[in-house]
């Protein structure tokens, strides 16, 4: 479909067949949720025999009692398997409770207020702090930033991730820029994987930035393939090391979108340095993660194999819905202008661009017509798409149907904006 | 013993006799621990049944599927038995993490950073914060002042809980004061339970001390007795009530003293105001607490009844432990004046007073033969006891038998440093 060479007759034409096309599906009531980055129900039974699976003994291969408190680090086992995935060393890594983004929000409390070098490296103490933001990308992340009057400087992302080009421009010019989000695998929304030129970009900034600048790299999709043998990420960490600039790198991943989304184990992989100053504050704000649910995660998850044998379970299920969605898209926009959009193979995103000023309007349309998506906006700080096209399709948890019936209409309410768009433009 | 009527050469005498006992406890190579506050295996045992306890079934009785994200608040069966333990409406309650010092944290960050009346009522903003500390206190609430620059500034503790009239002195004379670390029951570490009338004029200092003015109401203790039918506490949120400072209180508890102790459910109880301002901080900063170990917990306590039957199990595991202590001490020191102490019908420690100048002496010595105590000042903030007289004994870990022995010891050396100190003087 191109409707740029329409005429404004075949335009009101096809406005007239979409327009009663979008009718019939507001009749039918529907209620359909493309909002949320989350697991089925199908999926979350993956893990149900973490409940019950200590079988009486809570004690872990160190023989330490996981019941008790204490052990900021987290348990042995779980250590091991975090470093496997973010590929640190065994003294590199931190475990912690639930969610990833608790350690995320410590480790920027920490930099803001207490300083990982020393009080005196506090942001607080700076007149402006800034973060690069990659744009799109994901909403938590900017509400931290919000919550400590950071200002977000966005950067583009490209098929590679962030443009390098604007992003070590951006560092260059303004040294109040102290930090950068990146969902370098998978990448939330896009979906795409960070090429190995950028990782090692991103990982050499803070010879730009100095030493208080921060890479927040949320490996949160580091193993959610939904097809085998994707493109390796390169080792962030590894790369920083041989720049010298290994102390700025902050990993984190956590089992959420692996076993039990809710009351899954959170990892902070970082240099030895950087773990002790984080441990100091830390320390004074809990008595330790829950071990006895890491221990349970050991159970389940022994070692990288297990991991990854359990992954292509949700591969089994993720994989067909995301199908659906691709090839709805490209039976009804492939080699048209009307929109455009990455194919991801993994994570749980599919990122869609709309013509520009449109994206808002499709939101509101397919609301009407029963299908939730997540608001136009939310992928970029401040809630603000400045070109106003961006939309976050997430399909793990409808049911096949759901997905086809709630794409059918993402469709018709893309057709049906763009072409009175043409209309009135 | 009452060494003050003793000539030199019978103190020599006796110094002699003291000392060669202490040297043969030496000769014994113990390793006896009565530092930490934690239960032992025997308790923790006491819920081993939280892991399988679900038998497959993750939903609560309104439904929510526990393993999936979301849900700040926690589910409604914990957020009921918590809002029994802290005498407030289930409005009033939000169920945390596995870490009540968690949530401590977190809301002196909110009042420090964000402030619960708004941008500018946040402490920063102050010239000057301090809170008004309890002495003998808990080295947690000291570290977390500490860490957020905040000042600490002692009030004596007395039977009936700190002394008010101190307090409403500091409170009204110091506008920088700006709130208050309490245990009120079975008080970490004199074990006494704040009278009525403490726990009421607690409740009005925001009368004095103006809006942003917070108690950090730390009820650890709450359901913890060693003995049947000990008084109760006033409900201070509604003692607050009646003096319209309902938004000046912040209650805490958790289950890690009835459960398991590092991967129990934290509680915070609060007026709803103050708990609204307080979930939009914590909203950024965790994707929910873990709902599907609440659910354990909400089997394993289903409400008051459950939980107080359960709490007798500990009782009969600590009470021994505590009788040995306080016999022990009454046997050496009852009439003396080489000691002081409380016997307190609840709670996890043993709050012991040697004459002043020894409590450090005395937990050096104490080391040497092999009994190490939590450090001599550990119970007050900036770890300074002033007067060198607190040391904290916490019984529950060892057995009987190595209790038994400690407390030999710790005598011995308390009466061989007081009678060395005489010496001395």
Redesign the interface.
């Given at each position: 479909m191109d409707i740029q060479n329409l005429s404004t007759e075949e335009l009101q034409v096809l406005e007239q067949e979409l327009a009663q096309e979008y009718q019939s599906f507001q009749e039918q009531d529907l209620k359909l949720d493309l909002t949320?980055g989350?697991?089925s129900?199908e999926q979350?039974s993956l893990?149900?025999e973490l409940?019950?699976?200590?079988?009486?003994n809570?004690k872990n291969e160190e023989g330490t009692?996981?019941?008790?408190?204490?052990?900021i680090d987290g348990i042995a086992e779980m250590k091991r398997l975090g470093a496997s995935i973010l590929g640190v060393a065994e003294s590199e890594i931190l475990v912690g409770?639930?969610?990833s983004?608790?350690l995320m929000?410590?480790s920027v409390?920490h930099a803001y207020?207490?300083g990982f070098n020393g009080p005196n490296s506090a942001w607080n103490k700076e007149d402006k702090v800034k973060f690069a933001c990659p744009v799109p990308g994901y909403d938590?992340h900017f509400?931290?930033c919000?919550?400590?009057g950071i200002e977000m400087v966005t950067v583009p992302m490209t098929e590679n991730g962030p443009d390098i080009e604007a992003l070590t421009e951006l560092v260059t010019n303004d040294p109040s820029v102290k930090g950068i989000w990146c969902v370098p695998k998978f990448s939330n929304p896009t979906g795409i994987i960070y090429s190995d030129e950028t990782v090692n970009a991103i990982a050499g900034l803070a010879k730009i930035a100095g030493p208080n600048f921060k890479v927040f790299w949320d490996n949160a999709y580091a193993v959610h393939e939904l097809v085998p043998n994707t493109k390796a990420l390169a080792n962030i960490l590894a790369c920083a090391k041989e720049q010298g600039t290994e102390d700025s790198i902050l990993q984190f991943t956590s089992t959420?979108k692996i076993t039990?989304?809710?009351?899954g184990v959170a990892f902070l992989g970082a240099s030895e340095k950087t773990l002790a100053s984080f441990r100091s504050?830390l320390g004074?704000?809990?008595?330790?993660?829950?071990?006895?649910?890491q221990l349970?995660h050991a159970l389940l998850l022994p070692n990288m194999d297990a991991l990854a044998t359990h992954m292509r379970k949700h591969a089994d299920i993720l994989k067909p819905r995301f199908d659906i969605v691709l090839s709805t898209l490209k039976e009804a926009f492939e080699g048209s202008t009307l929109g455009s959009w990455e194919s991801p193979l993994g994570g749980y995103f599919v990122s869609f661009d709309t013509l520009p000023g449109l994206a808002k309007t499709v939101v509101g349309m397919a609301a009407q017509a029963g299908v939730k998506l997540t608001p136009a906006g939310a992928t970029f700080p401040y809630g603000k798409d400045p070109e106003d096209k961006n939309i976050r399709i997430a399909p793990s948890v409808p049911n096949l149907e759901e997905i086809e019936q709630a794409m059918k209409i993402f469709v018709n309410c893309v057709k049906l904006a763009s072409v009175r768009q043409a209309l009135a433009g």
């Open positions: 949320r989350k697991p129900s979350l893990s149900d409940d019950g699976i200590l079988n009486g809570y009692d996981t019941r008790n408190y204490g052990g409770g639930n969610s983004l608790t929000y410590q409390l207020l207490f938590r509400s931290i919000e919550a400590f959420s039990h989304a809710g009351s504050s004074v704000a809990t008595i330790g993660p829950d071990k006895v649910n349970r």
